[in-house]
């Protein structure tokens, strides 16, 4: 994983620690097991190597004025709050695993002071009118939009899921998948509106990316991609709430507890391990007890 700047021009001194930041880095994503936290975690160390190599500083060798310097000049350059202390948590983390390694003695972003998380709008619901609409939209946008819409919002499926699938993770009738949750390999019962929409979309292809951002080239479907086809669809649904790839998801659990489910039902719906972060999904006002709480 390349951290750090071009290696040309530099001395050994900083050549030598180049290559122990990448090695520990390495070393440090493996530790989280969720891929967009590996994802997003990495992103951000990059992002503090790339500061440090343009500020001369080596990584490993900062101090905390150094990473609130950090900070600082990110928040000038119209960074928000939100992003901050993601980069600060993720930076934490890090220090921690090169304390544990024996790299430092000490953890420079451990006392930086967080930013002031600012008052958020609870995040956007859709009623069934809107989801349905949102799924009529998708299958005017055509049959990818159809196929995507339909995982995110009738199956629960997380965007970095269904963006993994693969045709030959299909089963034979397209009425389940293999996704990949938590490190393992598990198989999801689809809606029969996704395994229709699937069907329709794949005909008869039976190698390559489920949802393809370009299919004469064979290629994966990106977020940005993803996202663009959501926002289209929400458009053409006069949806004018913001939609995202959790605000499916969160219908598809709200759905099901309306419907009666519990919340471990859903959990396992999820692949979600924990109760707390499915009860986040869930409508504020619960419409029925859950008898496994109860």
């Known amino acids: 994983m ?19 930041l990448t090695e520990l880095a390495e070393a440090w994503l493996l530790t989280h097991r969720s891929w967009n936290t590996r994802a997003a975690y990495e992103a951000d160390l990059a992002w503090f190597a790339a500061w440090c190599a343009e500020s001369g500083r080596l990584p490993l060798r900062v101090a905390q004025r150094d990473v609130e310097q950090c900070c600082a000049d990110s928040q000038d350059e119209g960074d928000g709050a939100a992003l901050t202390r993601r980069r600060l948590a993720a930076l934490t983390s890090f220090f921690d695993h090169a304390v544990a390694a024996g790299d430092r003695n000490d953890n420079p972003a451990e006392e930086v002071e967080r930013p002031v998380r600012a008052a958020v709008n609870p995040p956007a619901e859709l009623d069934q009118r809107e989801a349905d609409a949102l799924l009529a939209a998708a299958e005017e946008l055509g049959p990818k939009a159809s196929v995507l819409v339909a995982l995110l919002l009738v199956d629960g499926l997380k965007l970095g899921e269904a963006l993994a699938i693969d045709v030959g993770d299909l089963g034979l009738d397209h009425s389940t998948v293999t996704v990949t949750r938590q490190g393992r390999r598990e198989s999801v019962t689809l809606h029969a509106t996704s395994a229709s929409a699937i069907a329709a979309y794949t005909d008869g292809r039976m190698t390559g990316p489920l949802l393809a951002g370009n299919e004469a080239a064979g290629t994966r479907l990106t977020r940005s991609g993803a996202h663009q086809i959501l926002k289209r669809a929400s458009i053409i649904a006069g949806i004018t709430k913001s939609v995202s790839a959790n605000t499916l998801r969160r219908h598809f659990a709200s759905s099901a507890y309306r419907d009666g489910a519990s919340v471990d039902d859903i959990r396992a719906s999820l692949g979600v391990s924990e109760r707390r972060t499915t009860r986040r999904l869930l409508p504020q006002q619960p419409s029925h007890i859950d008898t496994k709480e109860a």
Do not use: K
Request: charged share 30%; glycine share 16%.
């Open 2 to 20: 390349p951290v750090g700047g071009n290696i040309r021009g530099m001395t050994r001194t900083q050549r030598d620690a180049e290559a122990r």
